[in-house]
């Protein structure tokens, strides 16, 4: 970076004297005295029929997670009713009344913010290579493939079928422990309802896919303020992998989901999880329930904090559409069988861009 950084009105000494880490953490260049624009491969081009935009008559729906363990038939037939809705309509829906405690999720926000704290020194430790190291923190997604840089760092680690955890903070481990084990419940009662709304038997998902050995990542993300928060973005279009993703955020907004070919901003029911369905779903179900494009916007304020849970197949199981499903005649397999630790090398091979990696397994030939 040459000294007359155009993006810097004026140049810190301590950006210009140090030789900056093989690429820094965005939460050290945000934090650069006098950083009034961004340098420019954090600029994403610009579409004019791209502009956020949130109609306040449609909101995401909320699913009330005790009615799907409630004894009472008429309460979950009901809930079922509107979980498979919401799949259908949105591919995105809040949870509440999950059980999770309050404290237990500010406590990992906590943590994970204290993880995005420590030196670059400290979290280089933890710099994976590949997207099936068990932890890897960075910056952006994959800063080889990507062209366009994110605005964002993010810390990756797997919390099952094996546990595993940074030793910094101290505190980070048991915390993430304690909530990995809870949501991953909470995930699978969730699984186990699509399952049924789908028209399979309630542990149709759980069997074919090996839940008990799932895996399951804690994915945190950090957004700090960006003095040109139109021109970034904090995580472009994408989808998730897997089958179903469960996400916590700090107070400050910047999701948002598309709907009906609209960007709509994502204003969360505190203490809510924000569900979504991710490819795994799209693909057993033959593309009956679509893994729905989201993408983090920033802004030039606050910092935010975002948790994502993903919830997979084991890495062994093969992901194929639900025989049940299929009718050779109208309803055909639309996606080709892949195990699920094939897709997710598949993924870390290319950029991350909308739905590529699932379009790449989609059956045309039929
Ligand atoms: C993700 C993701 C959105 C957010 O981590 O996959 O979509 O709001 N995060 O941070
Ligand atoms: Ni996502």
Redo the contacts with the bound molecule.
């Keep these: 970076m040459a000294a007359s950084a155009p993006f810097l009105s004026q140049p810190s000494q301590a950006f210009l004297t140090h030789t900056p880490p093989k690429r820094t953490s965005i939460k050290s260049l945000a934090e650069l005295p006098g950083l009034t624009s961004i340098p420019p491969i954090y600029i994403f081009p610009t579409n004019a029929n791209d502009q956020p935009f949130s109609d306040a008559k449609e909101s995401i729906p909320t699913i009330d997670f005790s009615h799907l363990t409630s004894n009472n038939p008429d309460e979950r037939s009901k809930v079922l009713q509107e979980l498979g809705d919401a799949c259908l309509d949105w591919g995105f829906f809040m949870v509440i009344n999950h059980g999770v405690p309050e404290s237990m999720m500010q406590a990992i926000i906590e943590a994970c913010r204290g993880f995005f704290e420590l030196t670059e020194e400290e979290k280089q430790e933890f710099e994976g290579k590949h997207m099936l190291d068990p932890i890897s923190c960075g910056t952006s997604s994959n800063v080889s493939a990507d062209k366009v840089l994110f605005w964002r760092d993010f810390l990756k680690v797997f919390q099952h079928p094996e546990f595993h955890s940074p030793n910094k903070p101290a505190a980070f481990s048991e915390i993430a422990l304690e909530f990995s084990t809870r949501v991953r419940q909470v995930a699978r009662i969730i699984v186990r309802g699509i399952s049924e709304s789908l028209g399979l038997e309630g542990n149709y998902i759980d069997e074919a896919l090996n839940l008990e050995d799932g895996l399951q990542f804690l ?1 945190a ?1 950090f957004y700090p303020p960006c003095p040109q928060p139109e021109l970034a973005l ?2 472009p279009p ?1 989808s ?1 992998h897997g089958l179903l ?1 469960l ?1 916590i ?1 700090n107070e400050i907004m ?2 948002q989901v598309q709907h009906k070919g609209e960007w709509i901003n994502v204003n969360p029911i505190p203490n809510s999880f924000l569900a979504n369905v991710g490819d795994h779903i799209e693909i057993l179900s033959n593309g009956k329930y679509k893994s729905v494009l ?1 993408r ?1 916007v920033v802004n030039n304020k606050d910092t935010r904090i ?1 948790i ?1 849970m993903p919830h997979g197949p084991a890495l062994n199981a093969v992901v194929a559409p639900a025989s049940k499903l299929l009718d050779h005649e109208n309803n055909p397999p639309a996606y080709k069988a892949m195990k699920y630790k094939d897709y997710l090398e598949l993924q870390q091979s290319s950029k991350l861009d909308g739905k590529s990696c699932l379009e790449r397994i989609q059956d045309r030939t039929i």
């Design positions: 994915a993300n904090g995580l994408h998730d993703t996400l955020q910047g999701l989201h983090a975002s994502a």
